[in-house]
């Protein structure tokens, strides 16, 4: 167990649907971090929260969002899914940006 | 911007050593990392080194980093089957977040 929590661990859903995965970051660790892994490209950053607030932006959609609450813990919603967004995705807790602890990931399969 | 490259393949024999080369791009990199994916599992961090050290040595791992050629590499020792993965190569430096390379798919051969 690496401390840090994503639900659920697997997501079957339609196009055009909307879901929510969440993150439970590694207890002390301000900053979360999401990435998407899919075989076409790889590990992708997608956004950084700190503390409640976004910190840096990556090669996340517009029909993407996220955001991270006072206990810290994160959610990533992907609304308008299409086929293209199915693809593993994974929260990272870090403290002062060098211990970077991933979690389990979230599979996300849109049919 | 920054980017990681790695090969995508290596295939060793057991009890032979493997060599996981990476390259990166990012001048301001101050830490490089070496993470491992099992089929269906996370990501693992193996080993870091800071941009100031040319080798770390941990168990069977050594990180080599030639930070002139920005060029990095993870030495396992006796590879086992059990070190069958998708190794990442990832560093952070201007970015401040984690940029990683492609992936190289070890497969250790009986």
């Known amino acids: 167990d690496s401390g840090v929590t994503q639900t659920p661990k697997h997501l079957i859903t339609a196009t055009g649907q909307r879901v929510t995965l969440r993150c439970s970051p590694r207890s002390g660790d301000l900053s979360v971090y999401w990435y998407q892994q899919s075989l076409d490209q790889g590990l992708q950053f997608l956004i950084q929260y700190y503390n409640g607030e976004e910190r840096a932006k990556g090669n996340i959609l517009e029909r993407f969002s996220a955001q991270q609450f006072p206990d810290l813990h994160s959610e990533l919603n992907l609304s308008s899914l299409e086929l293209g967004d199915s693809a593993l995705y994974f929260c990272?807790?870090?403290?002062?940006?060098?211990?970077?602890?991933f979690g389990s990931g979230t599979r996300l399969t849109v049919v | 911007g920054e980017d990681v490259e790695q090969s995508l393949f290596l295939s060793v024999r057991e009890g032979d050593s493997s060599v996981i080369n990476c390259t990166y791009t990012?001048?301001?990199?101050?830490?490089l990392y070496w993470y491992k994916q099992e089929p269906g599992a996370g990501l693992q961090l193996l080993t870091y080194?800071?941009?100031?050290?040319d080798m770390k040595q941990d168990q069977r791992l050594t990180v080599l980093l030639n930070k002139k050629d920005k060029h990095l590499s993870l030495r396992i020792a006796d590879t086992q089957t059990g070190d069958s993965a998708i190794y990442f190569c990832a560093e952070t430096g201007s970015a401040r977040q984690l940029t990683f390379g492609s992936g190289t798919q070890l497969t250790v051969l009986p």
């Open positions: 990272a807790s870090s403290t002062e940006q060098l211990w970077y602890t």
């Open positions: 990012d001048s301001s990199s101050t830490y």
């Open positions: 080194i800071f941009s100031n050290m």
